[in-house]
């Protein structure tokens, strides 16, 4: 089974975002088989999923991230995925670093959208405004990039 994984830091803002919202997208397309999840760099276990994060991406795609509750990221995690989309560069530097054997497979999410790199902004702690624009930037992001994302999904061993 295809598996991508999804990283941030707390696993309860952007990855759990990004996470439904590649379910959604890749289930239009047929693939909704495919094992997506999402953990974080430094994590709480079992936090559900940020008040703000459940509130926009229910208003801006009606849906529903409640069930989720983060976990911290593992080799395991790492070495199952085909794919690892990171919010920061940050993110990719700590996997890397922790899981050197999955460095090909580690990404920005910005990388599989367009050319520039950049970091997707983390909303932690702030109004409901900065999450709105996390979820309009990581929805772009993954409607732009599901094509090369899938691709390299399909080309992996």
């Known amino acids: 089974m295809k598996t991508i994984l999804v990283i941030c830091t707390g696993n309860v803002c952007r990855s759990p975002v990004v996470e439904a919202l590649l379910k959604n997208r890749l289930a239009s397309h ?64 700590a996997l890397n670093e922790a899981f050197p054997s999955g460095s090909q497979k580690v990404f920005l999410l910005s990388e599989m959208s367009n050319e520039t790199r950049f970091d997707v902004v ?20 993954v409607d732009s990039g599901l094509h090369r994302i899938m691709e390299f999904v399909k080309r992996a061993p």
């Open 122 to 141: 983390d909303p932690f702690g702030k109004d409901k405004i900065a999450y709105q624009n996390m979820v309009q930037t990581v929805t772009e992001m």
């Open 30 to 93: 047929n693939m909704g088989d495919w094992n997506i999840h999402s953990a974080g760099t430094q994590v709480k276990s079992s936090v559900p999923a940020s008040v703000f994060s459940v509130e926009v991406i229910a208003e801006v795609e009606n849906i529903d991230i409640t069930p989720h509750r983060s976990k911290p990221v593992s080799a395991e995690m790492v070495d199952e995925a085909d794919l690892v989309l990171c919010m920061a560069a940050r993110h990719t530097t």
